[in-house]
């Protein structure tokens, strides 16, 4: 039995310090005094951050499921005059049970319910942080730390905002739905910062690191890690911080997102004019002082194009973009997407207005060079690129390219103007393929050969169309061994030398090769004078003369062209004038009428006849020779009957 009453003494014992335990827990609410709460959370906070609290409103404390006390309408700081540089609507401290169990109250954590916090630089620089962060920089240092025994090692944020404001660069930045953890250098040195920010629409899940807290309060050198993850951008760095005498960042970084616009957009900078700009990735050895950011050997990606070089960017109210770079191969295709100078059809001038906006937005110097650069099919070998932007006026020199088999140079500036756009272009081509050349530049494929082309150039409109109205310059090509593509020019001289009056044939399909071509073109609000085409082959001589309109895409020229050769001359040689008439892509060439009529022995009365004033007579002898029966002229009409011995034409 004595087993038994001892297991029983045992029970009761057990539920006596349990019932104790719950009575002491029950009774805990009204044992603790709301001011001894009240002064130990504002201790802690004090002995944390070298700051006293302001707990304005209401104060509840909980024990279930755990200790806490909350603290309604709380403000770090409360400035006349000024708004608080932090306000919280409340300020939950979560309590440690058992130190209040023995009497004491230590926090173990704090969060800060939809804080609302300002920082603030005036024109001179100065932040309205710079007392607060002084008093927790002297707070911070290990003998203070050690003597004021610091409890709570974590601060949370929930559904916070940060508002940043520059009044030197009229700057203000709002980062909402702040959720983050502030891991308190109670113990350690470092201080770390890990959780999620809106910034312009955007969520970014965000970590910050730093292994020496107090050196980075007081200015000096701290190392600094910071990753940054959204839909449109992952970041990351590795490096370290100071800031005195000035604000200085360096270390490695990488970035890289879907689409370079929408970033550049994002961060307030307006896209370039034209397309591409997708995905990117770039690494670089990172340097930040102050309002310059340096990148020094930068590998970048963008649109599969790779690179690699230097480039800095100088904060302003325009940014101002400069570099170096080099490519083993660019393919520009993606930047000429949204540039349509024709339309579908490639018949017409594109009629859609010139959008030039992001050419205010920001200033650019970068050099670029490049082995080899592909437009679409057309391959260009090494080139060098020199890209400036400022005040607006977009300039691109071309240094040298080894392109269409030759080399090109030049200049072409485009500019926001009042009646839409500003174009200018000097471009010189020495030696190159004429076909590929004029392809590319002007969508024309009716020369082949090489040869040397001028293009001097400028004009104002709101699209396209409207710029070739208003064009000004001059153009000139020297071509040597080359073909007129789609006609046989030697061929028809020959047939019509033969019978003047023969109809039927297409000689548009053809080629008339040539030894030397030379053509000089002036351009006066967009009509194009042809001061001097001449063309010289082994066969066939051509000269031209007359307009083109540039607007509408067609010709009228006259011109006359000549056989040549040992036979010609033996013959007394054979010219025929002629005009050209209709679009640049599909030209027609008609000979003259009254040329071939003189030529012709059957229709020569009937001409002499017209001017004479005797057609019908003329007309009817004229009849009666081209149905003669065996008639040696050559536009006979064959008999019903054929005849061997008679002309068909």
Same mark, same amino acid.
Not at 431 to 445: A, H, I, M, Q, T
């Given at each position: 039995?004595?087993?038994?009453?001892?297991?029983?003494?045992?029970?009761?014992?057990?539920?006596?310090?349990?019932?104790?335990?719950?009575?002491?827990?029950?009774?805990?609410?009204?044992?603790?005094?709301?001011?001894?709460?009240?002064?130990?959370?504002?201790?802690?906070?004090?002995?944390?951050?070298?700051?006293?609290?302001?707990?304005?409103?209401?104060?509840?404390?909980?024990?279930?499921?755990?200790?806490?006390?909350?603290?309604?309408?709380?403000?770090?700081?409360?400035?006349?005059?000024?708004?608080?540089?932090?306000?919280?609507?409340?300020?939950?401290?979560?309590?440690?049970?058992?130190?209040?169990?023995?009497?004491?109250?230590?926090?173990?954590?704090?969060?800060?319910?939809?804080?609302?916090?300002?920082?603030?630089?005036?024109?001179?620089?100065?932040?309205?942080?710079?007392?607060?962060?002084?008093?927790?920089?002297?707070?911070?240092?290990?003998?203070?730390?050690?003597?004021?025994?610091?409890?709570?090692?974590?601060?949370?944020?929930?559904?916070?905002?940060?508002?940043?404001?520059?009044?030197?660069?009229?700057?203000?930045?709002?980062?909402?739905?702040?959720?983050?953890?502030?891991?308190?250098?109670?113990?350690?040195?470092?201080?770390?910062?890990?959780?999620?920010?809106?910034?312009?629409?955007?969520?970014?899940?965000?970590?910050?690191?730093?292994?020496?807290?107090?050196?980075?309060?007081?200015?000096?050198?701290?190392?600094?890690?910071?990753?940054?993850?959204?839909?449109?951008?992952?970041?990351?760095?590795?490096?370290?911080?100071?800031?005195?005498?000035? =604000?200085?960042?360096?270390?490695?970084?990488?970035?890289?997102?879907?689409?370079?616009?929408?970033?550049?957009?994002?961060?307030? &900078?307006?896209? &370039?004019?034209?397309?591409?700009?997708?995905?990117?990735?770039?690494?670089?050895?990172?340097?930040?002082?102050?309002?310059?950011?340096?990148?020094?050997?930068?590998?970048?990606?963008?649109?599969?194009?790779?690179?690699?070089?230097?480039?800095?960017?100088?904060?302003?109210?325009?940014?101002?973009?400069?570099?170096?770079?080099?490519?083993?191969?660019?393919?520009?295709?993606?930047?000429?997407?949204?540039?349509?100078?024709?339309?579908?059809?490639?018949?017409?001038?594109?009629?859609?207005?010139?959008?030039?906006?992001?050419?205010?937005?920001?200033?650019?110097?970068?050099?670029?060079?490049?082995?080899?650069?592909?437009?679409?099919?057309?391959?260009?070998?090494?080139?060098?690129?020199?890209?400036?932007?400022?005040?607006?006026?977009?300039?691109?020199?071309?240094?040298?390219?080894?392109?269409?088999?030759?080399?090109?140079?030049?200049?072409?500036?485009?500019?926001?103007?009042?009646?839409?756009?500003?174009?200018?272009?000097? =471009?010189?081509?020495?030696?190159?393929?004429?076909?590929?050349?004029?392809?590319?530049?002007?969508?024309?494929?009716?020369?082949?050969?090489?040869?040397?082309?001028?293009?001097?150039?400028?004009?104002?409109?709101?699209?396209?169309?409207? &710029?070739?109205?208003? &064009?000004?310059?001059?153009?000139?090509?020297?071509?040597?061994?080359?073909?007129?593509?789609?006609?046989?020019?030697?061929?028809?001289?020959?047939? =019509?030398?033969?019978?003047?009056?023969?109809?039927?044939?297409?000689?548009?399909?053809?080629?008339?090769?040539?030894?030397?071509?030379?053509?000089?073109?002036?351009?006066?609000?967009?009509?194009?004078?042809?001061?001097?085409?001449?063309?010289?082959?082994?066969?066939?001589?051509?000269?031209?003369?007359?307009?083109?309109?540039?607007?509408?895409?067609? =010709?009228?020229?006259?011109?006359?062209?000549?056989?040549?050769?040992?036979?010609?001359?033996?013959?007394?040689?054979?010219?025929?004038?002629?005009?050209?008439?209709?679009?640049?892509?599909?030209?027609?060439?008609?000979?003259?009428?009254?040329?071939?009529?003189?030529?012709?022995?059957?229709?020569?009365?009937?001409?002499?006849?017209?001017?004479?004033?005797?057609?019908?007579?003329?007309?009817?002898?004229?009849?009666?020779?081209?149905?003669?029966?065996?008639?040696?002229?050559?536009?006979?009409?064959?008999?019903?009957?054929?005849?061997?011995?008679?002309?068909?034409?």
């Amino acid at each position: 039995m004595k087993p038994l009453s001892g297991l029983k003494r045992l029970a009761f014992g057990l539920v006596a310090v349990v019932a104790a335990a719950l009575g002491a827990f029950a009774a805990m609410p009204f044992l603790v005094q709301a001011d001894a709460v009240r002064e130990s959370v504002q201790a802690e906070i004090r002995y944390a951050t070298g700051v006293d609290p302001i707990l304005r409103g209401d104060m509840s404390v909980s024990l279930f499921p755990a200790g806490s006390a909350s603290f309604d309408d709380v403000v770090l700081s409360d400035e006349a005059g000024g708004p608080p540089v932090l306000a919280a609507e409340r300020l939950i401290a979560q309590l440690r049970l058992l130190p209040l169990l023995l009497g004491r109250i230590e926090v173990s954590e704090i969060t800060l319910i939809r804080p609302r916090i300002l920082i603030d630089f005036d024109t001179e620089g100065r932040s309205n942080w710079a007392d607060l962060v002084a008093q927790l920089a002297e707070t911070v240092k290990p003998a203070n730390r050690a003597r004021n025994r610091v409890t709570f090692s974590e601060i949370r944020l929930v559904g916070g905002a940060v508002t940043v404001r520059d009044a030197s660069r009229s700057l203000a930045e709002t980062f909402e739905q702040v959720e983050m953890s502030l891991a308190w250098p109670s113990i350690s040195r470092s201080f770390a910062a890990t959780g999620h920010f809106v910034w312009r629409g955007e969520k970014l899940d965000a970590t910050f690191t730093l292994s020496d807290f107090l050196a980075a309060l007081v200015g000096e050198r701290s190392g600094f890690k910071a990753r940054l993850t959204g839909a449109l951008l992952k970041l990351g760095f590795d490096g370290h911080i100071s800031s005195w005498p000035t =604000l200085k960042i360096e270390g490695a970084m990488a970035a890289d997102g879907p689409s370079l616009r929408k970033v550049m957009d994002w961060v307030g &900078l307006t896209p &370039l004019p034209g397309g591409g700009f997708g995905r990117f990735a770039l690494n670089a050895q990172t340097s930040v002082v102050d309002k310059a950011v340096a990148f020094t050997g930068l590998n970048i990606e963008v649109d599969g194009n790779a690179a690699e070089g230097v480039l800095s960017l100088t904060a302003g109210a325009r940014p101002h973009l400069q570099g170096t770079l080099a490519a083993e191969e660019i393919d520009i295709a993606p930047y000429l997407a949204n540039v349509q100078v024709l339309t579908g059809n490639e018949r017409e001038w594109n009629r859609v207005p010139i959008r030039l906006d992001g050419l205010a937005a920001m200033e650019l110097d970068v050099r670029l060079s490049a082995a080899r650069v592909t437009v679409g099919s057309t391959r260009i070998g090494r080139t060098a690129l020199a890209a400036n932007l400022r005040d607006g006026r977009f300039v691109l020199t071309i240094g040298e390219s080894q392109a269409f088999d030759g080399i090109a140079k030049g200049v072409i500036g485009l500019a926001r103007a009042s009646d839409g756009a500003r174009l200018n272009a000097q =471009l010189q081509f020495a030696n190159v393929d004429l076909e590929k050349c004029l392809s590319l530049v002007f969508g024309v494929r009716k020369i082949e050969g090489r040869g040397d082309l001028t293009l001097a150039l400028e004009g104002t409109g709101n699209d396209v169309l409207e &710029l070739t109205r208003t &064009l000004n310059g001059a153009a000139s090509l020297v071509a040597t061994k080359g073909a007129l593509i789609g006609l046989n020019l030697e061929q028809l001289l020959r047939r =019509l030398e033969r019978r003047p009056l023969s109809g039927g044939g297409d000689f548009r399909n053809g080629r008339t090769p040539f030894d030397r071509l030379a053509i000089a073109v002036k351009i006066v609000d967009g009509m194009a004078s042809v001061e001097d085409v001449s063309l010289e082959g082994s066969a066939v001589r051509l000269a031209l003369d007359g307009s083109a309109s540039i607007p509408a895409r067609d =010709l009228d020229l006259k011109g006359t062209a000549s056989l040549i050769g040992a036979s010609v001359k033996e013959s007394g040689g054979f010219e025929l004038p002629f005009v050209v008439r209709g679009r640049w892509d599909d030209p027609i060439m008609l000979p003259d009428a009254q040329s071939l009529i003189r030529r012709s022995g059957a229709a020569a009365p009937l001409l002499e006849a017209v001017r004479g004033g005797r057609a019908r007579d003329a007309v009817r002898s004229a009849i009666e020779q081209l149905t003669t029966r065996g008639s040696e002229s050559p536009l006979a009409v064959a008999p019903a009957s054929p005849n061997p011995n008679a002309s068909r034409e």
